[in-house]
């Protein structure tokens, strides 16, 4: 199994003046020109033949998102599963995609007046699988519940500020009714709706929400039990 790959020169240049245009790191500018590619070029994508740019390695590059990746490439090229070396490696489809990706990138740039903020909300516009759309902290819809008579859905659009005003929330009811439940609710939407890019604080004075596994891995949350003996312990 590859812990890295080379990609090409050409696409390194991009990437590493993209680096210095966005502030960016250069996998993520990898996993940008990824996408990019997966959604421009699809399976047609060339075969890249030149390993002389930077190294990638595997986990900057893959991170916790393995399996997305791979459903992702699986879905594109309408395979079961891929390979190890298919996946990545020098003659992998992640690697022709990163190098096509970048080429992508650098004629985007240009396109958009080498404006960096202008070419990553060109970016969002057009990289964009079938089904739920991932976001970074706009465009929250919230799932809330159904209206008694009629069951119409009802949604919350948290950051529709045309819809509201601000996005505060008051929950309110008696005790036993599920308003923790509720509320674990709709942090764990938010959650994996920003896919895990929006956080929150959650201070559990009652201590009934640390000991819930479910929602702690549902919500990918990192618990701290605070002053615990005079100190801060995980």
């Known amino acids: 199994?590859?812990?890295?790959?080379?990609?090409?020169?050409?696409?390194?240049?991009v990437l590493s003046a993209l680096r210095f245009e966005t502030k960016l790191e250069?996998?993520?500018?990898a996993r940008m020109a990824f996408a990019l590619s997966l959604v421009k070029e699809g399976s047609d994508v060339?075969?890249?033949?030149?390993f002389t740019g930077a190294e990638m390695k595997r986990p900057t590059f893959v991170g916790e998102d393995e399996v997305f990746m791979r459903a992702l490439i699986c879905r594109v090229y309408q395979k079961r599963d891929i390979g190890e070396d298919a996946f990545f490696s020098n003659r992998s489809i992640v690697k022709n995609h990163i190098d096509s990706g970048a080429d992508l990138l650098?004629?985007?740039?240009?396109?958009?007046?080498?404006?960096a903020d202008a070419m990553l909300m060109r970016l969002v516009d057009e990289v964009e699988f079938g089904g739920r759309r991932e976001t970074a902290g706009h465009g929250l819809d919230v799932f809330i519940g159904r209206t008694l008579l009629q069951r119409s859905e009802l949604i919350m659009?948290?950051?529709n500020t045309a819809k509201h005003a601000n996005s505060h929330l008051a929950i309110m009811g008696k005790p036993g009714t599920g308003k923790t439940q509720f509320i674990l609710k709709i942090l764990a939407d938010i959650r994996q709706q920003s896919n895990y890019q929006t956080n929150f604080i959650y201070f559990d004075y009652k201590g009934d929400v640390v000991d819930n596994e479910r929602f702690l891995e549902v919500a990918k949350v990192?618990?701290?039990?605070?002053?615990q003996g005079g100190e801060a312990s995980p």
């Open 1 to 13: 199994m590859a812990d890295r790959l080379y990609t090409s020169n050409e696409a390194d240049e």
């Open 46 to 50: 060339a075969q890249s033949s030149s």
């Open 222 to 227: 990192i618990p701290f039990r605070l002053l």
């Open 157 to 159: 659009e948290i950051n």
């Open 26 to 29: 250069k996998a993520t500018l």
């Open 106 to 115: 650098g004629r985007m740039f240009q396109e958009c007046g080498r404006d």
